[in-house]
Each structure stands twice: as C-alpha cells, then as structure tokens.
C-alpha cells in the first residue's frame, strides 16, 4: 500500500511580524503544495533501509535500519500518539547521521528538512524500512511555507501509516483528517518546524493543516469559514481585502522590511490597479498580488508578462483551500 499526503503552502494577509510577538496575523492556504509518497517496505534483516528521496533537489538519502536504531534506540519509539519535541541530544544524533550521507555543499540549507523528517519518522513509525518520496510546487525560502507544508505532509503520511489515526484506506481520491486528528497532525508538524527554525510562531503549520483562511495567535487559531457567497458579496469582500493588504504593506514598510524588488512588483502592479504586499519575513521573498474576480485575463497576461521582463517569477493559485489531506494506492 502506497500513502500519499499532501499539503498546501501558505500567505499572510496581515501581521507576519506581530505573530511572531504573539499578536494576531490573518493567513491563508494556497494551492500549491508539498507531495509525500510512503511506501513501507517488507522487512529483509540484510537489507532493511529507508530511504528519503528529494524529487526537486535530485538528493536521495539512504540509512540502513540498523545505523538508525543504534542512534536511536534509547528513545523508546514509537509513540505517534504523544507528540514530542526533539531534544539537543538526540537532534545531534540525527545531524550526524546526516553528515554522514555527504550532501552536496550548495545544499546543505535541506539538512534541517531532512533532520525534521528523521525526528518525524522514528517517532511515529519507529525503524520500519520505506521508501519516502517528495516533490512541491512551493519554490524554497520564499516566505510561502515551504518547510511547514514538507512537515505537514511528512505527518499526514506517518500518521496515515499509524495505528494510531482512522483512515479508509478503500476511499477513492483525497481525504481529510477528523478534527482531533488534525489537532494531532499539527502538533507533530510543528515538532518538525522548530527543527527547522527553532522558535517559530506556529503559524505555517497550522494554515498548512487546517487550511482556510486563520485568524492565529500564538494562544488561539481560529479557523474562518464562509458560507458560499453571491457576486456581490465576493466584491465586498475583496475590497476589505484589499484595504486589508494595502494598509499592512504601509506598516511593513514603515518596519523597513521592504526590499526594492517589493517595491518594483509594488509599482508594476499598482499601473494595473492591483494591489500587492509582502507575505512573509521581507528584504526580498515572495509578493502576494490579489487579483479580482471580475478581472480580465488580458490584464493578468499583461502583469505577468510585465514581470517576467523584470525577472520574477509568477505563479498563480487559489487561497483558503483544503489543508492536510491523504489518498491510498495499491504499491506500484
């Protein structure tokens, strides 16, 4: 059986900096995404390895089981059900493990992803030998969520494989988590996340998982649902999204955390009426540009032609999706 998860990146409409002092931000998800395949393979004692693949970045890493529960053994894993935090020592542990696979020094920076999904997989499924394949749309260190999304998706899968979450595996297509699953994805995802940044706000993972647009805090998510509206209310609503985003840019820039690449998209946009802000941490990364419903497609052609000629890259997607979500498929 074959467990595939995926898991969208995510936007911040107001308040990436606040968040992280505890105030309140506004996110949302997007449809790009962070694909992991989890195939568990039979158990051969000679030969028992697991292996982490990294489409995107051509990177394959392979442990011998055995090396893995001589590292980790003391951890008395599994224990998918109790969501825990790596300590120094057992992060050490995994580093070296790392280290020793000799990854390519233009990409060291995926040392900190893979020690997360090491952490992840030890102690949800213990030392099972499989094969864990990734891909994303989500581009690296854009402020999109990419490394929250690797995490989220890495739960969902382990978790899909556990004893300890209910899933029909005979449902066809993509599925979502129950509520106290997703409480439980996220907890895990987040253990992951402050591998890799240390002390971050939890906002990331829990847009990632939940989806939908979020009203966080580092205290309180709350998830903003909408009934399907009418055209009229979809305008309205864009509006105050917009108001929203420009007043946000304002203090942003205000922080000085713009950067003149932002303020290049700032400028191209606004000759078209559109309105743009960071989304993320600033001084470069990623520019969110709202685009309205009733908007022509002549109009969207034209901006993005505009800033390819800059040399930016666009992508287009949809927010306040689905989260988490899970398929099976028979081993190919």
């Not at 893995?68 to 542990?93: D, H, R, Y």
């Not at 509206?229 to 420009?246: G, N």
């Not at 922080?255 to 191209?268: D, K, N, Q």
Request: with cysteine.
């Amino acid at each position: 059986m074959e467990v595939k998860a995926r898991a969208p990146g995510k936007i911040i409409l107001a308040g990436e900096h606040a968040v992280v002092h505890g105030s309140t931000a506004v996110a949302a998800s997007i449809g790009l995404y962070t694909y992991v395949s989890l195939q568990v393979s039979p158990s051969n004692e000679n030969d028992d390895r697991l292996i982490l693949q990294l489409k995107d970045t051509s990177l394959e890493f392979s442990w011998p089981i055995g090396r893995i529960k001589e590292a980790l053994s003391s951890l008395g894993g599994p224990f998918p059900s109790t969501p825990m935090s790596c300590s120094s020592e057992t992060f050490n542990l995994i580093l070296a493990m790392i280290e020793e696979q000799n990854i390519p020094e233009a990409k060291t920076s995926l040392a900190s992803g893979v020690s997360a999904f090491l952490w992840l997989y030890t102690s949800i499924l213990g030392f099972k030998p499989a094969t864990v394949v990734v891909t994303s749309d989500l581009p690296l260190g854009a402020g999109l969520g990419s490394s929250a999304a690797l995490c989220v998706a890495f739960s969902a899968a382990l978790l899909a494989c556990s004893d300890t979450v209910n899933m029909d595996m005979k449902q066809e297509g993509w599925s979502v988590f129950g509520e106290s699953e997703l409480e439980l994805l996220n907890k895990w995802a987040f253990a992951g996340e402050k591998i890799i940044h240390g002390k971050p706000s939890g906002i990331d993972n829990t847009v990632s998982t939940y989806g939908n647009m979020i009203k966080f805090s580092k205290e309180l998510a709350n998830v903003i649902q909408t009934p399907a509206p009418d055209d009229q209310s979809i305008i309205a609503k864009e509006e105050k999204l917009e108001e929203l985003m420009e007043m946000n840019q304002g203090l942003l820039q205000c922080m000085g955390v713009s950067h003149a690449s932002i303020e290049t998209v700032l400028r191209t946009t606004l000759k078209y009426k559109l309105v743009s802000k960071l989304t993320g941490a600033g001084g470069g990364g990623c520019v969110l540009t709202l685009l309205p419903t009733l908007l022509s497609g002549t109009i969207v052609d034209k901006v993005i032609a505009e800033l390819e000629s800059c040399g930016f890259q666009c992508l287009i997607a949809g927010i306040g999706g689905n989260g988490a979500e899970i398929c099976f498929s028979a081993s190919s």
